[in-house]
């Protein structure tokens, strides 16, 4: 083969890569973790990385990290949306209100995501995602968290509430997430945590709204709740935003071909 492109590769083993890298022209790793936290990662991709020849990440801010561990070559790809999936959809009165919340967040639990989200316990709130059982007596008396939930499913929760959080996985490292692509691809209104990567792709009280405290996310969420009108302004901007740009998966593999491409054969253009 000319190429191939290994998602994250968590399974496979280097002596694995080797002998397949010997069929194969150029080979390349798209990992959308942090391929160096054991959280997230796996010992067989920290074992393999270095056989790449280019790894795709967008997390730019490891990516010294990356080359410390023999890393080839890192290329900045960012997160995407899949539009077939994540879109804006009609739902039914039955569907909203299965579905719907004032305030939602979709993703797992962490100590960390009790605190924010037990912060917003007056409002209607719902929480879809594993491991909420964790949580304390009090967020469970106040909170309502409901079973994972995941592609279309969780695009008609993404259409059905008004506020839809976004709490990065620290965790991971994160400084921007798959998110902050999905929820405007459902011309839904997003609230995140601020961070410095997310400030560059967006802009604040224009496409997107953010918060950095317990505190100011509560005030956020009250006054979103409150002003509709400018609560819509964000989503509509988000959505024109992510969907006419490149910011589709279709749009990630392109670049991967294209940069693979320039590097094979630099002389084809």
Not at 123 to 151: D, T
Not at 207 to 213: P, T, V
Request: include cysteine.
């Amino acid at each position: 083969y000319n190429l191939l492109v290994v998602l994250k590769g968590a399974n496979l083993s280097p002596e694995t890569l080797r002998r397949v890298k010997s069929n194969v022209d150029y080979m390349v790793n798209w990992d959308p973790d942090d391929f160096n936290n054991p959280i997230s990662g796996s010992k067989r991709v920290v074992e393999s990385i270095n056989l790449y020849d280019a790894l795709f990440s967008a997390r730019e801010h490891l990516f010294d990290e990356y080359y410390s561990k023999g890393v080839k070559k890192v290329v900045l790809l960012e997160w995407y949306c899949m539009p077939t999936i994540q879109k804006k959809l009609s739902l039914s009165r039955g569907e909203i209100n299965k579905y719907g919340s004032d305030v939602v967040f979709v993703g797992n639990y962490s100590p960390r995501r009790e605190e924010y989200i037990y912060g917003l316990r007056s409002l209607n709130v719902r929480v879809w995602g594993q491991g909420w059982y964790k949580s304390g007596k009090a967020f469970k008396n106040s909170i309502e968290f409901m079973p994972p939930i995941y592609f279309r499913d969780m695009s008609k929760v993404v259409n059905a509430c008004k506020i839809n959080l976004n709490l990065l996985t620290l965790e991971n490292r994160d400084t921007s997430n798959f998110r902050n692509y999905e929820v405007p691809a459902c011309g839904a209104f997003q609230l995140s945590e601020r961070s410095g990567r997310i400030s560059s792709i967006f802009q604040e009280g224009k496409n997107i709204a953010c918060f950095s405290s317990t505190q100011e996310l509560e005030e956020k969420c009250n006054y979103y709740l409150e002003n509709e009108s400018e609560r819509q302004k964000i989503a509509d901007e988000s959505y024109e935003m992510i969907l006419n740009g490149p910011n589709t998966i279709d749009d990630r593999a392109l670049a991967i071909l294209n940069y693979v491409l320039s590097q094979r054969y630099p002389n084809m253009g």
